[in-house]
């Protein structure tokens, strides 16, 4: 089925731990985005790539990288991982012009950090 | 900046019976667009419905309609006819010039049998 691809879609994490959140879509977006979802709240932007190639800070990118390996595959590094940062993770893409932006979301990656 | 506002943390409405999600918002895009998702208990983000700020009507899908007020910088969402499947979260969104969603808090709403 054409959309976003998370993986993993579970993984629980020791404090101080990296892993690599992998997003990948196959609809040829040019831009794609890593959100965060806290408990009883709404989604916050992480970090976004407007284009291959690059990469801009959103609301809350303290902790985390970003790389846009190609126009697919956009993936969210945790380098350290803290308690701070268990979340649902959101990875989505969209494409200028198109009606409704095209926003597209991944199913989540639920993580938790112990 | 760019903020969405969803004052109503929860709300009941009984099957069969219409029902508005308050919005309001705050952008300094001169174009915007406007969203709704709907996030069901198995967590994933369903799109509802979209309001660019240049369309002239209220957008409408199926059950869903978007009463857009841009004077009141308010985009509520009305869904008739409430099934039980409509119990859920709904966030309202705002994307500006750069495409990066800002969302509410959300709403959870429950549909009562």
């Known amino acids: 089925n054409a959309g976003v691809t998370q993986t993993p879609k579970f993984q629980v994490l020791k404090t101080g731990q990296s892993m690599t959140l992998q997003c990948a879509q196959d609809?040829?977006?040019?831009?794609m985005y890593w959100y965060r979802q806290d408990p009883g709240m709404g989604l916050r932007l992480i970090y976004y790539?407007?284009?291959?190639?690059?990469?801009d800070k959103g609301e809350v990118p303290n902790g985390y990288n970003v790389s846009r390996l190609n126009k697919r595959e956009f993936s969210l590094r945790l380098e350290s991982a803290a308690p701070s940062q268990t979340s649902v993770y959101f990875c989505?893409?969209?494409?200028?012009?198109?009606?409704?932006?095209?926003?597209?979301f991944g199913s989540g990656t639920r993580l938790t950090v112990v | 900046a760019q903020k969405i506002t969803q004052t109503q943390p929860g709300m009941f409405v009984q099957e069969k019976e219409a029902v508005t999600l308050d919005c309001t918002y705050d952008?300094?895009?001169?174009?915007?667009?406007l969203f709704w998702y709907k996030q069901p208990s198995s967590g994933e983000m369903i799109f509802l419905i979209y309001?660019?700020?240049?369309?002239?009507q209220n957008a409408t899908e199926g059950r869903y309609s978007l009463n857009f007020q841009k004077a009141r910088k308010s985009a509520n969402l009305v869904i008739s006819a409430s099934q039980l499947g409509d119990s859920a979260m709904y966030f309202c969104?705002?994307?500006?010039?750069?495409?990066?969603?800002?969302f509410g808090s959300g709403t959870q709403l429950t549909v009562l049998p």
């Open positions: 952008t300094s895009d001169p174009s915007y667009g």
């Open positions: 989505a893409s969209s494409e200028l012009g198109t009606t409704n932006y095209g926003y597209t």
């Open positions: 309001q660019g700020s240049y369309d002239q």
């Open positions: 609809m040829n977006h040019n831009s």
């Open positions: 790539s407007a284009s291959e190639g690059t990469t």
């Open positions: 969104a705002i994307g500006g010039s750069a495409r990066q969603l800002t």
